[in-house]
């Protein structure tokens, strides 16, 4: 079993930063893709960044250039530093693993979630 611990959601004015954090802990053997996603109220799960075990990124269009995911192997953590941030961009934001075990079976794992809301 993968534990996901997010931190570093709240509410920010537009325009404003916010940086998330995702430590993964537990029974750790590769984590091959890191990500985040978010939902907003009433709308489906989105992809928002991800980014490989070697340091590929992918992003959806409507943050790049804003966002910017990084990950740290070593710690097993994963970032998100959101810059000029938009109203549109309020959401819980979820972590998401894709880990394999000693066997090399893979599964996802989430994050319970942390609040971004973006407000004057």
């Known amino acids: 079993q993968v534990q996901l611990v997010e931190s570093g959601g709240g509410l920010v004015q537009p325009g404003g930063s916010l940086r998330l954090s995702c430590a993964a802990s537990?029974?750790?053997?590769?984590?091959?893709?890191m990500g985040w996603y978010r939902q907003a109220p009433g709308k489906q799960r989105e992809l928002v960044a991800t980014i490989t075990i070697g340091g590929s990124t992918n992003y959806r269009d409507s943050v790049k250039g804003r966002f910017t995911i990084s990950r740290d192997n070593a710690k097993n953590t994963v970032y998100l530093q959101m810059n000029n941030l938009k109203p549109e961009d309020t959401a819980v934001y979820y972590c998401n693993v894709d880990h394999a075990d000693l066997s090399y079976s893979r599964r996802d794992y989430w994050g319970q979630g942390t609040q971004v809301t973006v407000s004057s």
């Open positions: 537990g029974n750790i053997f590769i984590i091959y893709v």
